[in-house]
Each structure stands twice: as structure tokens, then as C-alpha cells.
Antibody
Framework: EVQLLESGGDLLQPGGSLRLSCAASGFTFSTYAMTWVRQAPGKGLEWVSAITPGGSTYYPDSVKGRFTISRDNSKNTLYLQMNSLRAEDTAVYYC?????????????WGQGTLVTVSS | QSALTQPPSASGSPGQSVTISCTGTSGDIGGYNFVSWYQQHPGKVPKLMIYEVSKRPSGVPDRFSASKSGNTASLTVSGLQADDEADYYCTSYAGNNGYVLFGGGTKLTVL
């Protein structure tokens, strides 16, 4: 069974930094693209970063230069380093597997971790 | 990297059918057959309802169907039931144009 377990969410002040982690199990982590998706309170879903099996990374303009996605295939763990945080980054952050293609319906979401940016 | 365009709301009475559209570009919906649809109830994780444009995961009722024409994808919910009331999001692979894009979401109300 695929499991994605996010951790690291916290309450912090604007301008701060935070690293989220996602522990993956139940599949061959190194062979799948992984994505972070966020949802601000009462708002829609927004992808914030993606990393391919080969290590190519993608970001929307809203977080480019501030967020960095990375993966440690030896630990089956996905990371999201978030710097220069703003109030508008407040959201539930979901770790997701292969939602770009969702080939064969083989895509999954974690339960999410809450990041709150407030003074 | 523009989001896909969905109507903000849709509604129908129990037993009726409703269709939700999702419009993109040739760089996303029109260029790939990797359109997915998610259902999200309040406070819950999004649930996959459709993948690869029109395929249903096991356990999703056949009342849910979907298709694509050009740059627009559509989700149809037939025989509306009270539990269908939720937010629905489309997504599409977008390659180097943004990897994966989401629609803004459609709130489906069962009257």
C-alpha cells in the first residue's frame, strides 16, 4: 500500500524558513515523479514544485527562487525547502506521487501538513 | 503557467446530470492525454475520480464520466446524489510549460 507521510508543518513569521519532509513507502520511490501541492484556507489546489526521477525540477512563478524541492532516494524521502515565507504561503501542503501523468490511475496523495505564516 | 479554467459553480437536482468543463491550451490539455479529475469534500484529501482523460479508478461509480475535445476537458456526473456535492478539480500534465496544472475548482451543489 502506498503511503505518503508529510511532516514539518509549523507556525512561523513572515520571512522565515521551513523544510517539509515526506516519507514514502509501498512503492519504488526512485522511479516516480513527485510533486508538492498546496491548498490555502478556503482556496483551490496549486502545485508548488515537482521533481522527476532524474532530478529535473519545476516550479510555478509564485514560488520560484524561494522554494526548493529535493529527494533522497536512499531514504525514500521528499523534501520542500521554503525560504522567505509570506502570509500567502499559508496552506496545507500535500506530498503527491505521479499526479502529472497519473498513468494507470497510479497516483497518490498524503494527508497534508499545515504551514501557517503569520506575525 | 496559467491555471486551467473551470466554472466556479455548478448545480443540479438529485437524479439529474451536470457537466463541468475545464479549459486549457495546446500546451497542456490539448497536447497530452493526461487529464485527471478530483473530488474533494470539505476537510478531506482530494480523491481521484478520473485519470487519462476518461478512465475511472476501481470503486468510482460509472455515473462519473469524462472526455476531452481539443483544449477542453469535461466531467459529467449523472444521476446526481447528495454525496456528490463537493469541489471538483481538473488537472493536466503540462510538460515544460509547468509540469502539472490545476483548474480553479468547481463547487457542485446538489439542490
Amino acid at each position: 500500500e502506498v503511503q505518503l507521510l508529510e511532516s514539518g508543518g509549523d507556525l512561523l513569521q513572515p520571512g522565515g524558513s521551513l523544510r517539509l519532509s515526506c516519507a514514502a513507502s509501498g512503492f519504488t520511490f526512485s522511479t516516480y515523479a513527485m510533486t508538492w501541492v498546496r491548498q490555502a484556507p478556503g482556496k483551490g489546489l496549486e502545485w508548488v514544485s515537482a521533481i522527476t526521477p532524474g532530478g529535473s525540477t519545476y516550479y510555478p512563478d509564485s514560488v520560484k527562487g524561494r522554494f526548493t524541492i529535493s529527494r533522497d532516494n536512499s531514504k525514500n524521502t521528499l523534501y520542500l525547502q521554503m525560504n522567505s515565507l509570506r502570509a500567502e504561503d499559508t496552506a496545507v501542503y500535500y506530498c503527491t506521487k505521479s499526479i502529472g501523468y497519473c498513468s494507470g490511475g497510479n497516483c497518490n496523495w498524503g494527508q497534508g501538513t499545515l504551514v501557517t505564516v503569520s506575525s | 503557467q496559467s491555471a486551467l479554467t473551470q466554472p466556479p459553480s455548478a448545480s443540479g437536482s438529485p437524479g439529474q446530470s451536470v457537466t463541468i468543463s475545464c479549459t486549457g491550451t495546446s500546451g497542456d490539455i490539448g497536447g497530452y492525454n493526461f487529464v485527471s479529475w478530483y473530488q474533494q469534500h470539505p476537510g478531506k484529501v482530494p480523491k481521484l475520480m478520473i485519470y487519462e482523460v476518461s478512465k475511472r479508478p476501481s470503486g468510482v461509480p460509472d455515473r462519473f464520466s469524462a472526455s476531452k475535445s481539443g483544449n477542453t476537458a469535461s466531467l459529467t456526473v449523472s444521476g446526481l446524489q447528495a454525496d456528490d456535492e463537493a469541489d471538483y478539480y481538473c488537472t493536466s500534465y503540462a510538460g515544460n510549460n509547468g509540469y502539472v496544472l490545476f483548474g480553479g475548482g468547481t463547487k457542485l451543489t446538489v439542490l
